[in-house]
């Protein structure tokens, strides 16, 4: 089991004690020499169950390891289950299902948790578990096109969550954009420019049906090549001016792009462009290496899915031998004209983030990239010989509506969702929260109504408006005159919280450095948006209770200053976890709700 970085709470000590009790039952048994001890560091858990009415935390030691030492899997947990209860806090252990062990924990084991949270704040549950070992996060790398789309949008909180996620956690992370600034598309962007170019200068009246694209975002990109040159490309050859617009329209649409991201509160570390790695000589080289290992040939490719009758010719290509690393067929690499494949870029690419030191990569693609990983991954496995590892998180489709009702698509935007529209109509925080509160291989419907609606229902202004409650609760001790000047380290006194929902809140303060933790394993920012969720949801249950109809339950009772104290070290452990939590998801902790 390891144990977290941080000894923040009654974790470690918990773990330890497990893992001891462990070693006790293999010891005593007829366990062959092998890995267990090595699974016994690595893949027992200790986690909150499902439901809370089985027990604060539970343990898979049995279900992983019983069969290891040669033992049944209920036999082991019913074992460990006598052995747990009367240290570390544990009053008592049940063994529940085919071998979990279910543990129930008195309230006085989650008091230190409370101050080391108030003593940490927003750094509360920050661990050194990542090592310092370096990460690659890629995401967004929108080809530069036209402004990002709603779609885009998830992609780059997921990526901007996950890299802050994984920073959070002691890695050391690098936010990267890969610029698509090569290939017909880049082309086509030029062509589609030119054409905007020659309606400014009155010589078309309109854009053509297909095949470029119609956004008037680029008429502005147009009219500022107009007017540099005052027309001399109207009526010049296309070799004579598409490379000057293929250059306009990238720098213009990377423009765009980055004024969307910046409004999001994302910034990369690093900007890599496709077309410098090729002019570099990089797809050379890597399909260089992978000639070497003689892990390429020319063959005929199999027939792509969705090719019928005469739309696909078979030809001899030259191809990697991907299926000798988990893939479904070998790829192609060089297209009949003599040009590389897109995919020869991306191993390149990928190649590339290896040789700088990434041996850890993650990229976040759409969901019409689904088919496409396995290749990239065979290819980094290739080159890397197998050092290195891709993990591909994909994001499912936004659909917009407004009360229900799809959102009308703008011509001015080409047909699409803009992010920029979006986030004007909603703002940051709310786009970047509910944009994490499903996970990111789900569709996702986001209503603007619902998302500016401020009720318990709009879990991003139920979250914020915990923090802000607990804000305005420390305000109000200040300018109380009975309770100023209340020393909350000296004053508290949690052991007197023993009211269910406080012990709850305590639980939940104490566990976040493990749910932090178990997130980062996962590379799953959406878990903390639930946690801060079920955290708000908790507290706001208390405190209505206190206002309402249990007034013992009050936070601020001037008669009572041991458990006021008591109460506000709570609310402020739980105000640091909210903080920590929001931090990672780049939404802004409220002071106060306007």
């Avoid at 010589?203 to 008037?216: A, D, I, K, R, T």
């Avoid at 590339?352 to 969901?367: E, L, M, P, S, T």
């Avoid at 908790?538 to 249990?550: D, I, K, Q, S, V």
């Amino acid at each position: 089991m390891t144990a977290p970085a941080t000894a923040d709470g009654p974790l470690p000590a918990l773990r330890r004690h497990v893992a001891e009790a462990v070693r006790r039952i293999v010891s005593t048994s007829a366990a062959p020499d092998g890995d267990w001890e090595q699974l016994l560091q690595r893949s027992v858990t200790l986690s909150p169950p499902r439901d809370p009415a089985h027990g604060d935390l539970a343990t898979n030691a049995s279900l992983v390891l019983a069969k290891r030492v040669g033992m049944d899997p209920r036999a082991f947990a019913g074992r460990l289950a006598d052995a747990l209860p009367g240290a570390a806090g544990i009053t008592s252990a049940e063994p529940a299902g085919p071998g979990f062990v279910n543990l129930r924990i008195a309230p006085s084991a989650w008091i230190p948790a409370l101050r080391a949270a108030v003593a940490a704040g927003a750094d509360y549950g920050r661990s050194a578990m990542g090592e310092a070992k370096p990460v690659n996060v890629e995401f967004v790398s929108a080809n530069p096109t036209g402004p990002l789309h709603v779609g885009h949008g998830r992609g780059a909180v997921l990526g901007d969550a996950m890299a802050a996620l994984l920073a959070f956690a002691g890695f050391d992370v690098t936010r990267e954009y890969y610029v698509n600034d090569a290939g017909g598309q880049i082309d086509q962007l030029a062509r589609s420019i030119h054409h905007r170019y020659r309606m400014a200068a009155g010589v078309e009246e309109s854009m053509p049906g297909e095949g470029l694209y119609p956004g008037e975002y680029l008429a502005p990109v147009a009219e500022g090549e107009l007017a540099a040159d005052g027309g001399e490309a109207v009526a010049a050859a296309e070799d004579a001016w598409l490379e000057r617009f293929r250059k306009a329209g990238i720098r213009e649409m990377m423009k765009l792009i980055d004024r969307d991201l910046e409004r999001l509160g994302i910034r990369f570390d690093v900007f890599v462009s496709e077309r410098d790695l090729r002019d570099a000589g990089r797809v050379d080289e890597a399909v260089t290496v992978l000639e070497q290992r003689d892990l390429v040939y020319t063959g005929v490719p199999p027939r792509p899915k969705g090719a019928a009758g005469e739309a696909w010719v078979p030809r001899p290509q030259l191809l990697f031998r991907a299926s000798r690393f988990g893939d479904d067929a070998d790829r192609p690499l060089r297209r009949a004209n003599g040009e590389w494949t897109y995919f020869a870029g991306d191993l390149a690419y990928h190649f590339d983030k290896y040789r700088r030191g990434f041996r850890q990569q993650i990229n976040v693609w759409g969901a019409d990239h689904g088919g496409y990983a396995k290749r990239v991954r065979a290819g980094l496995a290739a080159l890397s010989g197998e050092a290195a590892g891709l993990d591909v998180k994909f994001c499912q489709l936004v659909r917009v509506t407004r009360a229900g009702q799809p959102v009308r698509m703008s011509k001015r935007d080409g047909n699409i969702v803009t992010l920029e529209s979006v986030l004007r109509e909603v703002g940051p925080d709310v786009f970047r929260f509910l944009m994490l509160m499903r996970r990111p291989d789900a569709p996702l419907d986001f209503d603007l109504s619902e998302a500016v609606r401020q009720s318990k229902d709009n879990p991003v202004y139920y979250v914020q408006y915990a923090h802000a409650r607990i804000c305005s609760v420390f305000r109000r001790v200040a300018e109380h005159g009975e309770l100023q000047g209340l020393e909350v380290d000296t004053e508290a006194e949690p052991t007197i919280l023993t009211d269910p929902r406080e012990v709850a809140l305590m639980r939940e303060v104490a566990l976040w450095p493990e749910q932090v933790e178990a997130a980062a394993r996962a590379r799953e920012p959406h878990r903390i948006a639930f946690q801060l969720s079920e955290l708000a949801a908790r507290y706001h249950a208390l405190w209505t209770a206190g206002a309402r109809g249990e007034p013992s339950l009050r936070t601020l009772l001037p008669d009572d200053r041991p458990r006021t104290a008591a109460r506000l070290l709570l609310a402020g452990a739980v105000r640091a976890v909210l903080r920590a939590g929001l931090s990672i998801l780049g939404v802004t902790p409220a002071e106060e709700m306007r």
